[in-house]
């Protein structure tokens, strides 16, 4: 059974904090890791991939893999109140499956 | 550009009737094509994946099927749904290891 594992949440952060976001997966093979942001009601949007050990960054956006421990995090940095959203992790299996996790939600007080 | 469109954005339908939902993808070939279902307050669950014309793989026995008779249209069937069928269905693509993009979506309420 592939797995991807993640905090339900609600993570509460104050706006301008940085958020924190977890998620581990079961199968050491994949290479290939995605976060999605999904508003209430929305289909979800691409924010960041990953696929090589150590960190990624885009905007304030940071992305880390570290596959011997498999996990993967991401990190927003000066959260916004419209950051609000659940965030998805996603890892590629085999026969380019991608598996979701059941997502952390995000809350940013203003 | 790459676009992907799906259809309708609501529904809602009594048990036992039929269901067919759209997708189809603009501006690529031979697209890796996804039905996607996601229940009220959870996670996204992998239905049905297509790497070809007329190749289909499901990934959850239940009572739903797929096509892709084109290259860039997928199509989610029932002949009778089911209560339990409720739900937001998502049809992505991609191309390779990247990263899949969504359609907006369909909200299905069975009734």
């Known amino acids: 059974q592939k797995e991807v594992e993640q905090n339900s949440g609600p993570l509460s952060v104050p706006e301008g904090a940085i958020a924190s976001l977890n998620c581990t997966y079961s199968?050491?093979?994949?290479?290939?890791f995605f976060w999605y942001r999904q508003y209430s009601g929305k289909s979800p949007e691409l924010i960041m991939s990953i696929y090589s050990n150590g960190d990624k960054e885009d905007g304030r956006f940071t992305a880390q893999l570290n596959k011997a421990s498999q996990y993967v995090s991401l990190l927003i940095r000066d959260s916004q109140p419209s950051d609000s959203a659940t965030y998805l992790c996603a890892v590629i299996y085999s026969s380019y499956k991608l598996i979701f996790g059941s997502g952390t939600r995000l809350l940013v007080r203003p | 550009s790459q676009t992907i469109h799906q259809w309708p954005a609501t529904l809602v339908q009594p048990v036992g009737s039929p269901l067919s939902l759209e997708c189809t993808v603009e501006?690529?070939?031979?697209?890796?094509l996804y039905w996607y279902r996601q229940a009220a307050g959870r996670g996204l669950q992998l239905l049905f994946y297509s790497v070809g014309i007329g190749q289909i793989s499901s990934e959850v026995p239940q009572n739903l099927s797929a096509s892709r008779p084109q290259d860039r249209q997928f199509i989610l069937s029932s002949k009778k749904l089911l209560l339990s069928d409720s739900g937001f269905y998502l049809c992505?693509?991609?191309?390779?290891?990247?990263?899949?993009?969504f359609g907006s979506g369909t909200r299905l309420t069975v009734v």
């Open positions: 992505a693509w991609s191309i390779a290891e990247n990263g899949y993009t």
């Open positions: 501006g690529t070939s031979n697209p890796n």
């Open positions: 199968d050491r093979g994949s290479q290939s």
